[in-house]
């Protein structure tokens, strides 16, 4: 159980183009997703935290305009790079909480590399 | 201040033996949970353990145990009979805050774990 699906798993773009990561949760219902961002052997950076069938909550200094979340139903929350730049290239991970469970544990999906060219 | 530390960014250890991973936290809030995840090079991360605040016993889960020293605000890892499939990124988490809030995680720099044969 708990299982965390994202796709795709990886992606190059050029510049100047848009890119979509789907994050979904197969087995349980997530009223909270999180998107979190890793740069080569670092640790996770929490990009923003995002609740079905409301805005996104964006931590500080991510530009909610670059990066758009729509949390749509109780199993699929969608990030968006827009305009992607070779900046944004990184790996994006998203993890989902299991709505009443006691332990608030979040489970990961298996991220997305991003390259943008 | 930070709120994980994780102050051993690689340890060895022999296979079929214990290792001990260190986390310490800073928090002022009295309830809280403490997660551990895996992150292989696959990049995927896996919820291993959790330890609540108010927990009188330190949680176990098959080979991994958790050290939980409530007063010196430690959350160590332990893996008993380590194997070479334990070779990966090990992250200590904190979230603040009772469960069943939107509290978020908040992850310590790692800890790379290299299990020889």
């Known amino acids: 159980g708990a299982v965390v699906s994202q796709h795709p798993s990886w992606v190059i773009c050029k510049s100047g183009t848009s890119v979509k990561i789907e994050c979904r949760s197969l087995?349980?219902?997530?009223?909270?997703m999180f998107w979190y961002r890793q740069f080569p052997k670092q640790s996770l950076m929490l990009m923003a935290t995002s609740n079905e069938g409301s805005k996104a909550t964006y931590e500080q200094g991510v530009e909610k305009d670059k990066f758009l979340i729509n949390h749509a139903s109780l199993t699929l929350s969608t990030l968006t790079v827009t305009s992607a730049h070779p900046e944004d290239s990184s790996f994006y991970i998203c993890?989902?909480?299991?709505?009443?469970?006691?332990?608030?544990?979040?489970?990961f999906g298996p991220g997305t590399r991003l390259t943008v060219l | 201040a930070q709120k994980i530390t994780q102050t051993q960014p690689g340890m060895f250890v022999q296979e079929k033996e214990a290792v001990t991973l260190d986390c310490t936290y800073d928090?002022?809030?009295?309830?809280?949970?403490l997660f551990w995840y895996k992150q292989p090079s696959s990049g995927e991360m896996i919820f291993l353990i959790y330890q609540g605040s108010y927990d009188q016993q330190n949680a176990t889960e098959g080979r991994y145990s958790l050290n939980f020293q409530k007063a010196r605000k430690s959350a160590n890892l332990v893996i008993s009979a380590s194997q070479l499939g334990d070779s990966a990124m090990y992250f200590c988490a904190m979230r603040e805050g009772p469960s069943g809030g939107y509290n978020k995680l908040i992850f310590g720099a790692g800890t790379r774990l290299a299990v020889h044969p």
């Open positions: 087995d349980f219902q997530a009223t909270t």
């Open positions: 993890s989902a909480r299991e709505s009443g469970r006691g332990t608030d544990t979040q489970y």
């Open positions: 928090t002022s809030d009295p309830s809280y949970g």
